[in-house]
């Protein structure tokens, strides 16, 4: 992507208080390629840790004359309440809690569209950590919106969401629930949002759930394969499946660049 000149007059502040590598640096690429001022806030040694409440970071951030947040953090809403209770800057959300990731969700609709003629005759199957998966609950939302209601959730009971899910099918077999998909998309299991009770053995999670090339052979043969990231080799994937030839996983991180310009370019209001 050719570096633009449309946000040379405004300043970004990246604030993560949750490890990122492809959101966050995306997010940073995205921003200096549209010529934002960008800068990533050193939230562990930032006035948070002198017990500072995140408003007044916020507000503080502001005065600084900062245009745009994008925010990451572990508290389900957040970044909506900042919008709230902020005004005359816009704020991204880069993932909050297990509630949303939207621009995930954006990036994993242009890459399946690359690949894939039309969303509402398609079969997707997502398999792993869905209860605590902020990243399936956007990407659901998007592809309801965009006509596809073949969408299937593959999990064990302790992954599962626990309310009910209205036109989605659920499954606890893998081959059967991936059988003729067009689509997979794996999820990392989340242990860091999990009580012990229910995080699973990683060999026998991998046994019942791990994809393997024999696996595959289920979907249909142009399946293509996702990931969010960070991929967990041996638990949720074979490596022979995370680089073999239906994967996608690194034109989504791709995407992401695009996909995040866009958005910053449409909020800033320059499009």
């Given at each position: 992507l050719q570096k633009s000149k449309i946000l040379r007059d405004m300043s970004v502040a990246n604030l993560f208080f949750e490890p990122s590598t492809r959101t966050r640096n995306t997010f940073e690429i995205a921003a200096k390629r549209t010529s934002a001022k960008t800068i990533n806030v050193d939230l562990a040694n930032s006035a948070t840790k002198k017990n500072e409440t995140l408003m007044d970071t916020m507000h503080t951030l502001k005065a600084m004359q900062i245009d745009m947040f994008v925010i990451r953090h572990k508290q389900n809403g957040l970044p909506h309440h900042v919008a709230e209770n902020i005004e005359g800057v816009s704020i991204l959300n880069a993932g909050d809690g297990i509630y949303a990731h939207p621009t995930q969700a954006l990036l994993d609709m242009l890459t399946i569209r690359q690949h894939k003629k039309t969303f509402d005759n398609l079969s997707v199957a997502i398999v792993g950590d869905i209860r605590h998966s902020r990243v399936a609950r956007s990407g659901i939302q998007a592809m309801k919106t965009l006509g596809t209601t073949d969408i299937r959730l593959i999990a064990p009971e302790t992954l599962h969401y626990k309310e009910e899910t209205p036109g989605l099918e659920r499954f606890d077999n893998l081959k059967k629930?991936?059988?003729?998909?067009?689509?997979?998309?794996?999820l990392r299991m989340q242990k860091e949002r999990m009580i012990a009770a229910d995080i699973p053995d990683e060999q026998t999670y991998f046994e019942n759930f791990g994809l393997t090339p024999e696996v595959l052979k289920c979907a249909k043969p142009d399946v293509i394969l996702m990931h969010p990231g960070?991929?967990?080799r041996g638990i949720e994937l074979e490596s022979s499946v995370a680089d073999g030839p239906h994967s996608v996983i690194l034109q989504q991180v791709t995407n992401g660049i695009a996909i995040r310009m866009a958005v910053m370019v449409i909020l800033a209001g320059a499009f």
């Open positions: 629930g991936i059988e003729g998909a067009d689509v997979i998309i794996s960070p991929v967990n």
